[in-house]
């Protein structure tokens, strides 16, 4: 990002460059028809049950002053208000694991000082939100998001990390309260209320437990080997939604004599009962917050809005990644801005702020890169076997899907792109010379048209818009949702965590600490990233130590009762060590393999593999510097030789890479 002049000038450019294209954003979406409904649909499902869960975890720990009923018109609030006037429309903003953390801080505080309480809770967070959005709207002013770049992935993987291990937190706590009475059942007593309260925490253990097996299985299911291949695709973007409710209908087939209370469901007031009427008149309260307390609210406040401007800032630019390849500017400047507004209006009427969220951002990009993807891969295909069996020139059939491709590019942005700079990869294939009776190097259609296509997102406002008002039409459905039982979402909050961990490589470089020396070499026989073949082992060890240290530093601040809040400071901080502690103490190379940008993996490579290509690559004792030899025993390989009933397997090497491995050998022994 280019360094900004004075004040206003980030806003000021951010709008310019949005102008141009606000037009075609709606002209785009409206074009793209029923179609759109796809990544619509499977972006709202996304984006309505974590926010959910979060109103059931903010119920819990606010004394039921805020509940799912505001989580949801917060998130269908500033979805709407951004999706028509934000910078960047596949920004998807919800509430999220930090706003709750910080609520919860705040309500601490709150009841802990008697001229507040909890009757002006919602009226003093509501002057916290007006200080939040001032420093907000001063950030976005003076160009703040220049430092955008410094939010490296050391902060972005511990941060990721932190709200991992405090979802599986949650989890716990909530598994260990279903053993318990609640607030509303603690005037019962007696035997047969505790063998009750015992039945619901097993049940509680079973759903949970149900919903994170089933969920893990079905959010894979597009690799899996069975089911055509729609069915996959089904199944891997709404099998989690379907999950949560096939163990909501389940928990129905309980025994009748089993109390209504078993198991305990989600407590929920409809939309329209007083308890969530009261935060919409919170601004009339705001008058009987002491002076004192006003401008104490300032320090929360300057926690809140870096906690903001970093969540925000990070899922707005994983939405915006160079993969996806998106001809329209950035907004990060105006953004902000607009945050700080949609912060003063939530904070005004009771209602607890949205700010952009991790994965859902990203996952919106990508649903529009795929459904603008498959249609033009199938015309162009198309086009091509048409040729192909006209028996035409291979620049004849490069020709054709041209102008395919420009076609749909004009159709889909009026922008004008270089086509040749975007196809150089696919014309290279296509003109590549055929070589005798090889096949391999082969023009297919199928194969090379997805392989070199150029990524192409439908960037518009129309399915951002659509999700939101979508979310807003689920606070109909309250009576449904209170239907869900809250292990379900014990269950949703550990699928929540253990999901965020693959791609974090702090987590994998914690995994291979745990993995004696000796056996490092089955790390290179699976698809492993790259740090593990460019950086030394005893390097790899100690940048995760610093990592888990500084970790902990940061989980541990968050169990200070009121302290707590200034958590956010920590992140701020470390981006001051990458920049001067961190390459004192680090090789400058391994520091940027070990930091990148991107996440870079190798493909597998089983050292002891027969084939002759894997045994080019050599051992992978360089791993443990030579200090020790690849450990082996004698019940391992047993297990490897035999099947479960006991059976030898019989292994062969794949006749095409017998093949391939004799034409190796030929060439490289060919007399010259």
């Given at each position: 990002?280019?360094?900004?002049?004075?004040p206003?000038?980030?806003?000021?450019?951010?709008?310019?460059?949005?102008?141009?294209?606000?037009?075609?954003?709606?002209?785009?979406?409206?074009?793209?028809?029923?179609?759109i409904?796809?990544?619509?649909?499977?972006?709202?499902?996304?984006?309505?049950?974590?926010?959910?869960?979060?109103?059931?975890?903010?119920?819990?720990h606010t004394?039921?002053?805020?509940?799912?009923?505001?989580?949801?018109?917060?998130?269908?609030?500033?979805?709407?208000?951004?999706?028509?006037?934000?910078?960047?429309?596949?920004?998807?903003?919800?509430?999220a694991?930090?706003?709750?953390?910080?609520?919860?801080?705040?309500?601490?505080?709150?009841?802990?000082?008697?001229?507040?309480?909890?009757?002006?809770?919602?009226?003093?967070?509501?002057?916290?939100c007006?200080?939040?959005?001032?420093f907000?709207?001063?950030?976005?002013?003076?160009?703040?998001c220049?430092i955008?770049?410094?939010?490296?992935?050391?902060?972005?993987?511990?941060?990721?990390?932190?709200?991992?291990?405090l979802?599986l937190q949650?989890?716990?706590?909530?598994?260990?309260?279903e053993?318990?009475?609640?607030?509303?059942?603690?005037?019962?007593?007696?035997?047969?209320?505790f063998?009750?309260?015992?039945?619901?925490?097993?049940?509680?253990?079973?759903f949970?437990?149900?919903?994170?097996?089933?969920?893990?299985?079905?959010r894979?299911?597009?690799?899996?080997?069975?089911?055509?291949?729609?069915?996959?695709?089904?199944?891997?973007?709404?099998?989690?939604?379907?999950?949560?409710?096939?163990?909501?209908?389940?928990?129905?087939?309980?025994p009748?004599k089993?109390?209504?209370?078993?198991?305990?469901?989600?407590?929920?007031?409809?939309?329209?009962e007083?308890?969530?009427?009261?935060?919409w008149?919170?601004?009339?309260?705001?008058g009987?917050?002491?002076?004192?307390?006003?401008?104490?609210?300032?320090?929360?406040?300057?926690?809140?809005a870096?906690?903001y401007?970093?969540?925000?800032?990070?899922?707005?630019?994983?939405?915006?990644?160079?993969?996806?390849?998106?001809?329209?500017?950035?907004s990060?400047?105006?953004?902000?801005?607009?945050?700080?507004?949609?912060?003063?209006?939530?904070?005004?009427?009771?209602?607890?702020?949205?700010?952009?969220v991790?994965?859902?951002?990203?996952?919106?990009?990508?649903?529009?890169?795929?459904?603008?993807?498959?249609?033009?891969?199938?015309?162009?295909?198309?086009?091509?076997?048409?040729?192909?069996?006209?028996?035409?020139?291979?620049?004849?059939?490069?020709?054709?899907?041209?102008?395919?491709?420009?076609?749909?590019?004009?159709?889909?942005?009026?922008?004008v792109?270089?086509?040749?700079?975007?196809?150089?990869?696919?014309?290279?294939?296509?003109?590549?010379?055929?070589?005798?009776?090889?096949?391999?190097?082969?023009?297919?259609?199928d194969?090379?048209i997805?392989?070199n296509?150029?990524?192409?997102?439908n960037?518009?406002?129309?399915?951002?818009?659509?999700?939101?008002?979508?979310?807003?039409?689920?606070?109909?459905?309250?009576?449904?949702?209170?239907?869900?039982?809250?292990?379900?979402?014990?269950?949703?909050?550990?699928?929540?965590?253990?999901?965020?961990?693959?791609?974090?490589?702090?987590?994998?470089?914690?995994?291979?600490?745990?993995?004696?020396?000796s056996?490092?070499?089955?790390?290179?026989?699976?698809?492993?990233?790259?740090?593990?073949?460019?950086?030394?082992?005893?390097?790899?060890?100690?940048?995760?130590?610093?990592?888990?240290?500084?970790?902990?530093?940061?989980?541990?601040?968050?169990?200070?009762?009121?302290?707590?809040?200034?958590?956010p400071?920590?992140?701020?901080l470390?981006?001051?060590?990458?920049?001067?502690?961190?390459?004192?103490?680090?090789d400058?190379?391994h520091?940027?393999?070990?930091?990148?940008?991107?996440?870079?993996?190798?493909?597998?490579?089983?050292?002891?593999?027969?084939?002759?290509a894997?045994?080019k690559?050599?051992?992978?004792?360089?791993?443990?510097?030579?200090?020790e030899?690849?450990?082996?025993?004698?019940?391992?390989?047993?297990?490897?030789?035999?099947?479960s009933?006991?059976?030898?397997?019989?292994?062969?090497?794949?006749?095409?890479?017998?093949?391939?491995?004799?034409?190796?050998?030929?060439?490289?022994?060919?007399?010259?």
């Amino acid at each position: 990002m280019e360094s900004e002049g004075g004040p206003f000038k980030g806003i000021l450019r951010d709008i310019e460059g949005r102008r141009k294209c606000y037009k075609q954003d709606w002209i785009l979406g409206f074009k793209t028809g029923l179609r759109i409904l796809a990544p619509t649909c499977y972006i709202f499902f996304a984006s309505s049950l974590p926010v959910v869960a979060f109103g059931e975890q903010l119920s819990k720990h606010t004394g039921g002053a805020l509940s799912a009923v505001e989580t949801l018109a917060s998130t269908s609030l500033c979805g709407i208000i951004h999706a028509i006037f934000g910078g960047q429309p596949l920004l998807i903003l919800g509430v999220a694991e930090p706003t709750i953390m910080m609520y919860t801080y705040l309500y601490s505080f709150c009841i802990s000082r008697p001229d507040l309480g909890r009757e002006l809770y919602l009226a003093w967070v509501a002057w916290v939100c007006v200080w939040t959005a001032v420093f907000l709207i001063l950030l976005s002013i003076f160009n703040a998001c220049t430092i955008i770049t410094r939010f490296t992935r050391i902060a972005g993987e511990l941060f990721g990390m932190l709200i991992a291990v405090l979802f599986l937190q949650e989890a716990i706590k909530g598994l260990v309260s279903e053993f318990q009475s609640s607030e509303r059942e603690r005037h019962e007593s007696g035997e047969s209320n505790f063998l009750w309260l015992y039945t619901n925490g097993l049940l509680a253990v079973i759903f949970s437990l149900g919903l994170l097996i089933t969920a893990l299985k079905s959010r894979r299911a597009k690799s899996w080997k069975y089911g055509f291949g729609w069915l996959r695709s089904f199944i891997g973007d709404y099998g989690v939604p379907l999950m949560v409710l096939f163990w909501t209908a389940l928990s129905y087939t309980v025994p009748s004599k089993v109390p209504e209370s078993v198991p305990r469901r989600l407590f929920c007031p409809l939309p329209w009962e007083p308890a969530s009427l009261y935060h919409w008149t919170v601004i009339k309260d705001m008058g009987k917050v002491p002076v004192m307390y006003i401008f104490a609210g300032i320090i929360p406040a300057v926690m809140i809005a870096g906690l903001y401007f970093f969540d925000h800032s990070v899922a707005s630019q994983m939405a915006q990644q160079k993969e996806f390849n998106l001809k329209n500017p950035s907004s990060y400047h105006y953004d902000i801005f607009l945050l700080g507004l949609m912060t003063l209006i939530c904070g005004l009427l009771g209602l607890p702020p949205s700010n952009g969220v991790i994965p859902q951002a990203p996952m919106h990009t990508k649903s529009l890169a795929i459904l603008n993807r498959q249609l033009t891969r199938k015309k162009m295909a198309k086009s091509a076997k048409e040729g192909m069996k006209m028996k035409a020139s291979k620049s004849e059939i490069y020709g054709r899907m041209q102008t395919v491709f420009i076609a749909m590019e004009e159709k889909c942005s009026p922008q004008v792109c270089s086509v040749a700079a975007d196809l150089k990869d696919l014309k290279e294939v296509v003109m590549r010379p055929d070589q005798g009776g090889d096949t391999k190097g082969k023009f297919d259609p199928d194969v090379h048209i997805e392989a070199n296509l150029p990524v192409r997102v439908n960037e518009q406002r129309v399915s951002n818009l659509l999700q939101s008002v979508l979310v807003g039409l689920t606070l109909l459905a309250v009576p449904v949702i209170k239907m869900i039982p809250s292990s379900v979402l014990w269950g949703y909050f550990t699928y929540m965590a253990i999901d965020s961990l693959p791609g974090n490589q702090f987590w994998e470089r914690l995994l291979l600490l745990f993995i004696p020396q000796s056996r490092l070499f089955k790390v290179l026989e699976g698809v492993h990233a790259s740090f593990v073949e460019l950086v030394p082992y005893k390097v790899i060890v100690t940048f995760t130590l610093f990592q888990l240290v500084y970790f902990l530093l940061c989980y541990g601040m968050t169990w200070i009762p009121v302290a707590g809040i200034f958590f956010p400071a920590l992140f701020f901080l470390l981006i001051s060590l990458r920049e001067h502690l961190l390459p004192k103490l680090f090789d400058p190379q391994h520091l940027q393999v070990l930091d990148a940008a991107d996440y870079e993996e190798i493909v597998a490579a089983p050292i002891h593999h027969s084939s002759f290509a894997y045994r080019k690559l050599g051992s992978s004792r360089h791993l443990s510097e030579g200090e020790e030899e690849d450990e082996f025993h004698d019940a391992e390989i047993l297990d490897e030789m035999t099947t479960s009933r006991g059976e030898i397997r019989i292994r062969t090497i794949s006749f095409k890479e017998a093949r391939l491995e004799s034409e190796e050998r030929r060439v490289t022994f060919e007399p010259r």
